[in-house]
């Protein structure tokens, strides 16, 4: 799995395109902290998610927006999707190939080729 992270409209999903656009195999996963969001809008078990979409795209490009940035949200419901989010990159990043940050539409590899990181 490769994981595309970083804040919103910052070139992940171009990103990730323009690397991996040419290779037919591999499936790019969009919007990941939307689906999240509605999963603790359920009150769904999160764990057993994130199992379940490991086992589904460890060989998929997986993009998801970093919402731990700024002021946390007084909302309980949104408070509980951020730190979801955190969580699940968190195993993502653990069981990726690499992982990639995005700021200001400038790749950085946090994980995998051209880092110490394994």
Aim: proline share 3%.
């Amino acid at each position: 799995m490769i994981l595309i992270i970083g804040g919103a409209y910052q070139g992940k999903l171009e990103y990730a395109q323009s690397r991996f656009g040419h290779m037919q195999d591999i499936k790019i996963v969009k919007y990941v902290d939307k689906w999240l969001l509605e999963l603790v809008r359920e009150n769904a078990d999160i764990t057993q998610a994130t199992e379940q979409f490991l086992a589904d795209n460890i060989n998929n490009i997986v993009i998801c927006n970093d919402i731990s940035c700024g002021i946390v949200p007084t909302d309980p419901i949104l408070r509980g999707w951020r730190e979801e989010v955190g969580r699940f990159m968190a195993i993502l990043a653990k069981h990726s190939n690499e992982v990639v940050r995005l700021y200001c539409g400038i790749p950085i590899t946090l994980k995998g080729e051209n880092t110490n990181e394994e």
